[in-house]
């Protein structure tokens, strides 16, 4: 078979092809056109989209065979070196771009759109892109962009200019500034994992188990031995090392070896000359079981102690004294669901042995140094012996924090000496990634007649999965917000995690918080209804002020924002006007607030280095350990770095996430980042900028005293003019073989690992600190809903955020409208779901994602309260805004309809049962 075609206006001839290659793979493993992206390749995510024919289209819907005479246009044909596409540009300048990976499939569908029409509506832009996912920036600014874009292409701009992208001067904390990374990642540029290739390379597959539960009886891999392009086939006696890896307890084997615990255990790697071949050998695999009772649920596993993972307790003061002096004591249980995360990058690695017996793993892991850690004793090297080079990372949201494909790859390098590629097929990151737990928690809370709270307890059980995971840390951080932002005089807070016959449950976005979010902030708006009382006025009278006691003890003295959170979702609610109702709709509004750590805290080590370097011509390098995963940390420590340095941001270049090149900066999670490692680029500013002066008034014969150093150039004393610039200064340092380098480490705030306050209370302030800091919010959701299908549309958000000063504005704005939108997802649709032995979630299409057309007006109150120890009184605050949405969506049904739902998601079934409690017979 031969068929022509046209790719980016270049023409090519295909023969001898397999019937069913599908365009994305061509695009992909033929012509190496890796900006278009293989998120699922089952059509239900975007990223792969090119335009066909003047279409937008799913390349990986569309076969080859059948594409004869026809002209494809992929990303790639939108820039080039000097310039790029107005769709490029505004979707990195209006903040569209974060971890990057939908980002080419959203320009291509948005270039076919514009094509026809140059000024569209809202509406017609979301019905443009309602077939492709973004897990991170909430739609609002992707909608922005393409509305951006279609401006300059009406004012008739084709193209813009590379070099006028970037601001060639200082920028100062608190901008909106481009994203360092996002020109490279709207153009596809950037390379992730899975778009990487290597000579030689070998292809790694994982035999998995299809049941929850079973002993393994016998495996036959003889077959997938001698089949072609094998190399080898790998079972648990052949791994060198331990057969167990974990975060905190190493429970989970590499291969099964023996039982296998939950549906995707792994039990055989095949690595073979492709991926195709390693797939074949992977059906040639019999094994037989005996299938054993699988224990799925409270009940069961609470019969058994050993099914315990963990136990955590908190609390403070008198409780019997609490529950005596409250007029009135409300009593609920409620219950979450496991959540999938739904990264739009699939889970990718390349491990490479060199000679010299190095194993360099190529991977987007949230914790590089952590990784070198868990790999080391299964294949039995010492740890100096392996590096992590850090990759672009398509979303991880606590996802990317647990081993997935590093230990198989790197154990196929080291055993066939060949570089091995392993990439989670979408089916399979769904089925054996660890998800958010699912809860059932019990609350009882008591107030007095005056409306204040006196007494609050929470009994939380966490369904985890078949190997711990950090669920111990995930529980221990519900026990330490599980009451809310508020200062309570008696507070017992109990939970235990469970091993399950389930997928793991690890970090998720807010960390054990979203779910006593929904619990803690369902108590505060139940009884405020109780006392006939205003839920944001409820909230006030009882709000967590500066040295006033969480339920753990700790009293923050700085940078409490919640109560100015809460004024101002109060003030901007005063303003707003509801939508007209339509008939058989009801309107509710709903109301949460909560708060979060900043940092590991808990007595914790939580520090971080940074290195920087001034090059001959005149840039700066600057070295962090940090892992930007769409949230926007490299941008916002050059952003930093260019503020006190004074140095033009387009002249800087960050380096991130690589052990053996850039300083360590621990695990990039706990919203720790800005304070931790901004703290180290602030330090280290200063200290470049000392030895900069320094060595310039050597050369000059200029009095350091007097020397400043502002847009790149030097200044003695008042004069206005500058005696001379960075430009000749890095010339003179080049030719006088002068290096101006530094390293700095910051090590953040002391804390305790206090969770239960003394009855005299603690001895001193640092003994009772939890964590360094806390971000604070509150959230209103506006909905109307269906008395007749229960079909909840969301109309308007309106979330208050307390994020310490902002670093830069667009990037606090853009992890706002993502969490909101998370948020949503969490509280109406989403679910990950186990039934017996199958996944029935198991694909984008049924994990109940927010899309396009689902996201609300969202209006972003930016609260500043700015952190004493912070960098610039900047804080942490990426993970909050998802924590509002299931407490604040229930309180608007109930405000529509009166019926509370207890039970996460609220989907259209839960809330017409509800509604049917509360007829009346003959209704």
Known sequence: MKIELTVNEKNYICESFDKGLTLLSYLREVLHLTAVKNGCNEGHCGACTVILDGKAVLACRKFLKDLNGAHISTLESLSDEKSVHPLIYSFAKEGAVQCGFCTPGFIMSSKALLDKNTNPDDKEIRKALTRNICRCTGYVKIIDAVKSAAELMRNDTSRVDRSTIFPDRSVSVGESVIRIDSIEKATG????????????????????????????????????????????????????????????????????????????????????????????????????????????????????????????????GDLKKGFNNADLILEEEFHTQYVEHGYLEPESCIAELNPAGVLTVYIASQGPPMDIHEIAPVINFPP??????????????????????????????????????????????????????????????GVDV???????????????????????????????????????????????????????????????????????????????????????????????????????????LSGVGIASCLKALKEELSRYEKPDLRDGWEIGIGIAASYKNVGLGIGMDDSAGAYAKILPDGNIALHIGSVDMGQGSNSAMAQILSDKLGWPFSRIKIYSANTSRDPLAGMTTASRQTFISGNAVLKLAEKIKEELIRQVSEIYKVDKEVITFREFSFFKGSDKNSFTDMDEVASSFKDRGITIEAEVKYAGPQTSFALVEPENGYENPVAGRLH?????????????????????NVLDVFIASDTGRVINRAAVEGQMEGGVVMGLGYALSEEFVQKDDRIVTDSFARLGIRR??????????????????????????????????????????????????????????????ELKKTEKPGD
């Open 189 to 316: 540029e950037t390379l992730f994992a899975d778009d990487m290739y290597m000579k030689n390379m070998l292809h790694a597959k994982v035999f998995r188990s299809p049941y929850p539960h079973a002993e393994i009886l016998e495996i036959d891999i003889s077959r997938a031995v001698e089949s072609k392009g094998v190399v080898r086939v790998l079972l648990a006696d052949d791994i060198p090392g331990e057969n167990r890896f974990g975060p905190i307890k190493k429970d989970q084997p590499v291969l099964s070896d023996g039982l296998v615990l939950y549906i995707g255990d792994a039990i055989a790697a095949v690595y073979a000359d492709s991926e195709a071949e390693a797939d074949a050998a992977l059906d040639k695999i019999r094994v037989k079981y005996k299938v054993l009772p699988s224990v799925t649920e409270i009940s069961d596993a609470l019969s058994d102690e050993k099914n315990i993972i963990a136990r955590m307790e908190s609390g403070r």
């Open 852 to 913: 396009i057309g689902q996201t609300p007006r969202i209006k972003c109150l930016i609260v500043e309260e700015p952190h004493d120890q912070g960098p610039y009184g900047a804080k942490g605050m990426g993970e909050l805004p998802l924590s509002m949405g299931a407490p604040s969506v229930s309180h608007a049904l109930h405000d529509a309809l009166g019926i509370w739902i207890k039970s996460i998601p609220a989907v259209p079934e839960k809330i017409l049962a």
């Open 772 to 792: 360094a800091a806390y971000c604070y919010a509150a959230q209103a959701t506006v909905l109307e809903v269906s008395r007749k299908t229960g079909r909840v």
């Open 384 to 445: 100096e012996k392996i590096r992590i080079s850090g990759m672009p990372m398509g979303g991880g949201f606590g996802g990317k924090e647990d081993i997935s494909v590093q230990i198989i790859a790197s154990l196929g390098a080291v055993l066939t000496g060949r570089p091995v590629k392993y990439t989670y097929t979408r089916k399979e990151s769904i089925t054996v990634s660890g998800k958010r737990n699912a809860t059932k928690m019990k609350y009882r809370l």
């Open 450 to 556: 005056q409306g204040k709270i006196t007494a609050v307890t929470s009994d939380i059980t966490a369904k985890g999965g078949a190997y711990a995971s950090v669920e111990e840390a995930v529980i221990l951080r519900s026990v330490s917000f599980a009451a809310g932002p508020y200062t309570i005089p008696a507070a017992s807070i109990k939970a235990r995690a469970l091993y399950l016959n389930h997928a793991p449950a690890c970090a998720m976005r807010g960390f054990g918080n979203p779910t006593v979010s929904f619990g803690s902030e369902m108590m505060m708006n139940m009884m405020a209804d109780s006392l006939h009382l205003d839920p944001i006025e409820f909230r006030l009278m009882n709000v967590l002020e500066p040295g006033k006691p969480t339920i753990t003890g700790d009293r923050p």
